[in-house]
């Protein structure tokens, strides 16, 4: 049984940061392509930023410039890094696993986080 399970949401005020961190079990991890995604209030579930086994990345360009996303294959792990947050970043971020040669994905639970003053 695949578990992803994210860590590090919180209140922040405008222009912070925090790191979420995702930590996976149950499965070859560098195997998958890892990805946060977010969900906002009255909105569909996005990405925000995806990280592959060999650690090529990709963005949502309302992120580009101010999140990091990477890994660490030795502890099973993912990471995003958010930096000069936004009122408009405020959702509940889900770690998502995807192996696209087996087709199978795997949520976390989600963590919340609220940028606000």
């Known amino acids: 049984q695949v578990q992803l399970v994210e860590s590090g949401g919180g209140l922040v005020q405008p222009g912070g940061s925090l790191r979420l961190s995702c930590e996976a079990s149950?499965?070859?991890?560098?195997?998958?392509?890892m990805g946060w995604y977010r969900q906002a209030p009255g909105k569909q579930r996005e990405l925000v930023a995806a990280?592959?086994?060999?650690?090529?990345?990709n963005y949502a360009t309302s992120v580009s410039g101010r999140f990091t996303i990477s890994r660490d294959n030795a502890k099973n792990t993912v990471y995003l890094q958010m930096n000069s947050l936004k009122p408009e970043d405020t959702a509940v971020y889900y770690c998502?696993?995807?192996?696209?040669?087996?087709?199978?994905?795997?949520w976390g639970q989600g963590t919340q986080v609220t940028v606000s003053s």
């Open positions: 990280i592959s086994g060999g650690g090529r990345t």
């Open positions: 149950g499965t070859i991890f560098r195997f998958y392509t």
């Open positions: 998502n696993a995807n192996n696209s040669y087996t087709g199978t994905s795997y």
